[in-house]
């Protein structure tokens, strides 16, 4: 709606001055894009505030007593103390749950992308009976509350021996994954250029090379932009891995926070709190800057093809 | 110092020696009587665990030696190192049994396939967001009857049972239709918080009926202090001191017609007095602005913080508050105030309420354990160890805590003074639909956006819907 | 290239499908079945009830008022958080200055991408406790006391019944535009910069590349976005949950409950799993046939380059 309200926003008084002469296209749209940008400018770095300030907080109440986040909430920290991290660190048992998370999600997310972009691709490329239930059968994954198939999932995971263990609990957010994955995958292969994909053809690539060699490399900032919410997901998920692993050698990082959080609803150590979301936070956010740059570099690389 | 007050002993010692079954606690159903004096046969009765060796005095509940006991408790603001000390003691009494213990949170989806396939733990302290349903278990028949404990002798307590030595009412706390299912291990009160610092500082008297309550929030209200705040988010706070003042005003009637889902249990005229009392700060504005957009923890660091005089809370308040409180604020916890001039019970009856309910499972492989377990947690060394480490009492009645701050001391106080008085409802444990539904009722009552009058009609509607709604398992008190 | 087609399709798509069927759908279905029982959750034993829990739905005014949210929500979400990523992400992708015939977004764009994007990476219970600071209802809060400069008295915002599910739908469109900006970001990535180039040669305006190239293009791919955004907005429990109130009671009296909470609330706090299977179904069905809506309604043809 923002977008549409923009041309009218941008010059009230005048009365449609939009196309009068047509002297210069160039010049004219140069114009427009000159006023747009100043208003843009201004747009854009609002939402970064807003969405800065959040993180800021929770970086700084993680270094604040616990009465100085209650009482004053918005101020910096009196003194900077690294108390609540060692504290998150030993309580939440946060180093021995991020190695297990990191081995889930990493398989986990390989699994997902893997899987998901091949029948995405297949969804999205190849016309066949059924093509459409296949994917309204994986559409229909996002739409179930995850909470309502638990018990029996306990179950076929006991069965099949996926229950308290690493790798059973990565094929099992594959699989919870994998409606995501296709879902916006499919919608990026078809966004993707025929022409390449028939040129592979006609050079004599088979249909699983032309997958791998030729599809998946211009996926790629599609690929990307799904694994990062992928692994955001399947970091910060929590109702599978707390009913599924009860060892608490297989505990996720989740699992470790939610305890901290519980400790904060009873004895208020706020800041422990807050340490140890921001010790979960960043290798989620180092893994999305590095990925940026992939998602950026992706780009160009689509301008050279 | 005792916990009970002596007029309590007093009275439970005439009431062992004469043998009666009078109806003598608050909810008249001193069920524990009765059977106490079968104490002497704890024949394990409604026990699946197969008891391998007699009786005797060291173990009573016959708990087989090699039995494996496992345990998952709730690790919330107590933790669970006062259960892992408890263990201790069980290893030494049986060396050969092997104890796996788990503390963690969101119990209800941990256990709830375990419950299903039959492969559970043998004592579960059900407490925190996320536990399990209680009244469902109950219905489902998945939780023992926890008599043999009760009947059991008490550790350190010259041959009295389990039973004996508890505070009364708690075996009714944790009883659906009779039928002790639960027992509460910690023992809390509800009241209303102030300063008393503040009060003496500006010479502010306690109030003893609601008149002096609100004379008093007019003068607190001239100094610029707003006089009151609540836990907006969660409305059960204040309904809390809204129906202690209905069974203060009517009696324990109110609260058992409330709890048997009687007609017109919600829109009896004590209960109106008391929702029109609690109105009277919604229309004269005492009311802190924004309260009822809150959480417990910001209304209870503006509270402790100076903002509003009075609060309502269980007697957690003091730790939850934890370096919050300011240095010499001396939290005190008082009931409510006579809301009538004829109120049926004395001034000082408070509301006493469990927590950390713990439960052993029918299909246990081990209940005799876990019961044992929980009959070690309410002797005096354990009791004393809890409340040392968490500033909360034990549901155990005589017990000498070693360090007790200024918010406890004033606890100890009024559960002294309320003595038999102490009163306590079971709607909300037994039917969480109707509770949830009045608690956001209450909300709207509280933000004035009802009145009482139609606050009560929609209590009553609530509770007649559950009446009649046969998918719900009843339960009775009497 | 026809051969082996059909083997390709099959050898592509059976293991995903397996892994998929055997540890969603399966365990879903058995929850359909669950639907028609009275089961409380906590026993092996369930009595099938016929229909029962379906009339029972009916006649329930929560379940109509959760309803009647999830549908505003599945109005207003899409519209806003879809509007404002689409419009950001144009800005940092192709609203540059045009340089030597190449498009680009404007400054700082990949310090914005990285930015906007923070708010995902919060965990839902530190969004929770974050804006229950931001929407203190006091003049302390960080919104209040922000309108306070402007002479605007504090807002009850979480605690009024006329202003709580629109703060929490405003929380929500926080989260979710940098999700949208980088969907939207990889889908303009794949646009052969030529046609931008090729566009603005012709002196186009920006208004109108965005109309007639970038949208188009991008077509399949907010198509999905606004299809994800609807299907959120028919979830909302984990907002909801962690900010109506400890425990997520969905009030004030039912202001802000969504079918998501209260599925929870009854399964799991009333342990009635047979009725909140029988809402799943219900919120199962509703999502269902509006994401099929919205696929028909916006097909276009593809755009084939």
Known sequence: MSVHSQPRALDPNHPVPAEPARRSGRDQADLGGRTLNVFSHAFLLTWAVLVILPLLWTVLNSFKSDDEILTSAWSLPGSFSLDSFVRAWTTANIGQYFLNTAVVVSLGVFLTLGLGSLVAYVIARYPFPGNRVIYFLFVAGLTFPVFLAIVPLFFVARSLQLANSLPGLALIYTAYYLPFAVFFLTAYFRTLPDSIADAAFIDGCGHWRTFFWVMLPMARPGMISVGIFVTIGQWNQFLLPLVLQTDPDKYVIAQGLASLAVSQEYASDWSGLFAGLTLSMIPVLVVYIVFQRQIESGMVAGAVK | ?478 | ?305
Not at chain 2, 330 to 346: G, H, Y
Not at chain 3, 47 to 52: C, E, K, Q, W, Y
Not at chain 3, 257 to 263: D, K, S
């Open chain 3, 1 to 305: 290239m026809r051969q082996g087609r059909y083997r390709f399709i099959v050898g592509a798509l059976a293991g995903p499908i397996v892994l998929y069927a055997v540890l969603v759908l399966w365990p879903y279905l058995q929850s359909f079945y669950v639907s028609l029982t009275d089961w409380s959750g906590y026993t092996s034993e369930r009595r099938l009830i016929g229909l029962a829990n379906y009339e029972r739905l009916l006649k329930d005014p929560v379940f109509w008022i959760s309803l009647r949210h999830n549908l505003l929500a599945a109005v207003v979400l899409p519209v806003f958080s879809i509007g404002l990523g689409l419009f950001f992400a144009t800005m940092l992708n192709v609203a540059g200055r045009a340089k030597k015939a190449a498009v680009q977004g404007v400054r700082g764009a990949s310090f914005y991408r990285i930015v906007y994007f923070f708010p995902h990476l919060l965990s839902i219970a530190v969004i929770g406790v974050l804006w229950s600071f931001v929407y203190d209802p006091t003049g302390n809060g960080l919104l209040n006391g922000f309108l306070g400069l402007i002479g605007i008295d504090p807002v009850n915002w979480l605690g009024s019944t006329k202003t709580a599910y629109w703060a929490i739908l405003a929380v929500i469109v926080w989260v979710s535009v940098g999700f949208y900006v980088l969907v939207f970001t990889a889908a303009i990535g794949s646009i052969p910069p030529d046609m931008y180039e090729a566009a603005m040669l012709d002196g186009a305006s920006r208004w109108r590349i965005f109309w007639r190239i970038t949208v188009p293009l991008i077509w399949d791919t907010v198509q999905v976005a606004l299809v994800y955004a609807g299907i959120n907005a028919l979830d909302m429990f984990a907002i909801v949950n962690v900010m109506s109130a400890a425990g997520g009671s969905g009030g004030p009296n039912n202001s802000t409950q969504v079918l998501g909470n209260y599925i929870y609330l009854t399964a799991f706090e009333h342990g009635r799993f047979g009725y909140a299977t029988a809402l799943g179904v219900a919120l199962f069905v509703v999502t269902i046939f509006l994401a099929v809506i919205t696929l028909r309604f916006m097909r276009r043809d593809r755009v084939v380059y």
């Open chain 2, 1 to 478: 110092m005792t916990i009970r007050p002596s007029r309590g002993l007093d009275r439970r010692a005439f009431l062992r020696l004469s043998g009666t079954t009078a109806a003598a606690f608050a909810a008249g159903s001193l069920v524990s009587c009765g059977q106490a004096n079968d104490a002497d046969t704890p024949s394990g009765s409604g026990s699946t665990g197969a008891p391998s060796t007699e009786p005797d005095a060291d173990n009573p509940l016959n708990v087989s030696a090699d039995e494996p006991l496992e345990t998952v408790i709730f690790k919330g603001g107590y933790g669970d190192q006062y259960v892992i000390d408890a263990q201790a003691i069980y290893t030494e009494r049986f060396p050969n049994a092997e104890i796996k213990h788990q503390g963690g949170q969101e119990l209800g989806k941990q256990l709830q396939p375990r419950f299903i396939s039959g492969d559970v733990p043998d004592l579960i302290d059900n407490s925190g967001a996320g536990n399990l349903p209680m009244a469902a278990l109950v219905a489902d028949g998945q939780l023992m009857d926890l008599t043999p404990l009760l009947d059991a002798p008490a550790i350190g307590a010259d041959g009295k049972t389990v039973r004996e030595t508890l505070i009364p009412g708690v075996v009714d706390l944790g009883s659906f239709g009779g039928t002790p299912h639960a027992l509460y291990y910690a023992f809390v009160v509800h009241g209303i918080w102030h300063s008393r610092s503040l009060f003496e500082e500006n010479g502010w008297p306690e109030p003893e009926t609601w008149d002096d309550m609100l004379d008093l929030c007019a003068e607190i209200k001239s100094t610029g202090m707003s006089p009151w705040t609540y836990q907006g988010k969660n409305p059960g706070y204040i309904l809390t001191p809204i129906l202690m003042a209905a069974a203060k005003a009517g009696g324990l009637d109110v609260l058992k017609n409330i709890d048997n889902l009687e007609a017109g249990a919600w829109t009896a005229p004590p209960v109106m007095a008391a929702a029109e009392a609690f109105y009277q700060l919604v229309e004269r504005d005492y009311i802190l602005p924004g309260t009822s957009g809150m959480t417990h923890t910001q209304a209870q660091t503006y509270w402790a913080t100076g903002e509003a005089a009075f609060i309502p809370c269980g007697s957690w308040l003091e730790s939850e508050l934890g370096d919050v409180t300011p240095d010499g604020f001396d939290m005190v916890v008082t009931t409510t105030p006579a809301v009538t001039s004829s109120d049926a019970l004395p001034g000082t009856a408070i509301r006493g309420m469990g927590s950390e309910p713990y439960i052993v499972p029918s299909q246990a492989k081990n209940p005799m354990g876990g019961m044992e377990l929980l009959r070690i947690m309410l002797s005096p060394e354990s009791a004393t160890n809890f409340t040392d480490q968490t500033q909360t009492l034990t549901s155990l009645a005589d017990y000498e805590p070693t360090d007790v701050g200024s918010g406890l001391t004033s606890v100890r106080e009024a559960l002294a003074a309320s003595g038999d008085d102490t009163f306590f409802w079971l709607y909300n444990q037994w039917y969480s639909e109707l509770s949830a539904s009045v608690n956001e009722t209450t909300s709207l009552l509280m933000t004035g956006e009802i009145n009482p009058d139609e606050w009560a009609q929609q209590c009553q509607s609530a509770a007649d819907a559950v009446k009649d709604d046969d998918s719900v398992t009843k339960f009775q008190r009497d």
